[in-house]
């Protein structure tokens, strides 16, 4: 399975961008990059998905560097609800249209006043 | 997005009962089931997978006849933790997609948080 590194924490200011950085130099070329948010003690939050090209949605962006084994999640204006767990997931196929989803153990953001 | 519930979103049992908890569906058909645990301070493990109308598939190191799991809907999906024991006591989550689409991706219900006394 491809595994994702990512840092254990980071802060950043209300009203800037946060740039989330995520590893995954072991991805093949038909896994997609997830991200998901998990606020404390809730279930975690779809954000995005890609598979090569970069893409945006109105909550985030997703940057996929060229050869796929880094990604970075953009939230363009960062809020104090932003604050979460957000998790860089490489999608696994497990056979047919099925695929798992294994978390690691993601990045804390911090969004500070 | 499309929305999945679970129930309860927390319960305390007694030790060596067995306690059920709900996934359901609101606006989709949840073709594929996940269930997850976590644990304090930790991330997510998948503990099994299910498909609609078929057994589940678990995964290493879960007990099958522990954690029973019931899909045998398109919009609902159970967990039963049976005989539970305070090790078990734990944040269980849900997630659901409708896995005849490709690329969809997989929503989360809010979590059920078990207390085991």
């Known amino acids: 399975d491809a595994k994702t590194t990512q840092p254990p924490s980071m802060d950043c200011a209300e009203g800037r961008a946060a740039n989330l950085p995520c590893n995954h130099s072991?991805?093949?070329?038909?896994?997609?990059v997830y991200w998901y948010r998990q606020i404390h003690s809730q279930g975690p939050q779809y954000i995005i998905h890609?598979?090569?090209n970069n893409e945006t949605n109105e909550m985030a962006s997703l940057i996929i560097t060229e050869d796929r084994k880094s990604s970075t999640l953009i939230l363009p204006h960062a809020t104090l609800r932003d604050t979460a767990v957000y998790y860089c997931?490489?999608?696994?196929?497990?056979?047919?249209?099925?695929?798992?989803?294994?978390f690691g153990k993601g990045t804390l953001l911090t969004v500070n006043p | 997005g499309a929305v999945v519930s679970q129930h309860p979103s927390r319960v305390i049992c007694k030790s060596g009962t067995s306690v059920k908890i709900e996934c359901r569906s609101l606006?989709?058909?949840?073709?594929?089931m996940f269930w997850y645990r976590q644990f304090p301070k930790q991330s997510l493990m998948l503990m099994a997978t299910?498909?609609?109308?078929?057994?589940?598939?678990?995964e290493q190191g879960v007990e099958k006849d522990k954690f029973l799991i019931n899909h045998a809907s398109l919009t609902l999906s159970t967990l039963t933790v049976t005989s539970a024991h305070p090790e078990d006591s734990s944040f269980y989550i849900c997630?659901?997609?409708?896995?005849?689409?490709?690329?969809?991706?997989?929503?989360f219900g809010q979590g059920t948080r078990l207390t085991v006394v």
């Open positions: 997630s659901a997609r409708d896995s005849r689409l490709m690329n969809t991706e997989a929503f």
């Open positions: 072991t991805i093949s070329g038909n896994e997609y």
């Open positions: 890609g598979l090569k």
């Open positions: 997931i490489v999608r696994v196929w497990s056979g047919g249209s099925n695929y798992k989803l294994t």
């Open positions: 606006d989709f058909q949840a073709t594929t």
């Open positions: 299910s498909n609609e109308g078929s057994k589940a598939t678990y």
